[in-house]
């Protein structure tokens, strides 16, 4: 009899094990819920500084963090080279902006870009306009499919540019006199 009982409690302590093991104990709400914005913010200005001192500042309306990338709106960045780069919408990856609606650039000598749609990488310095755009420079007016501006080496290229460009002649010290 004693045996007949071992067996049973056995065979008990089996189908248990099977049976707990078969069973999901998780939670099936945390499953289905994603986690889409990590952090939101309002009213905010991100500033970077190193041990040398200031190297950007971003100032923001509303933005948040989601999946390892800042989404603003209403956006303002400033460094050493752009005096202004401003959007309605960005996102930022790393180093890498994405820009949308309303993206303008000024510099400090007075140069400004506008365009709808624009990609500026702060460590390369390099402001892409992938959408038409218009450049004003110093009196100077022109305009394009795309460009590409390096803003620390100041120099634009651009396709399919059209404009309007205002040549100065130079004054020499040498008048033209006839005796």
Known sequence: MGLKFDIAIVVMIVLTSLITMSVDLHDQNKKNKTISKEMIFYETTFTEVTSKGFVDRMITKKGWREGGKLVLTSLDYRNDTVKRLMADKGMTIGDMFYLDGNVSLYRYDGFRYFTEHAVY??????????????AYMNGNMLEGESMRYNTYTKILYAMIVHGEIELKKEKSDKTNEVE
């Open 121 to 134: 990488d702060k460590k390369s310095g390099i402001f892409e306009a992938t959408s038409p755009f218009k």
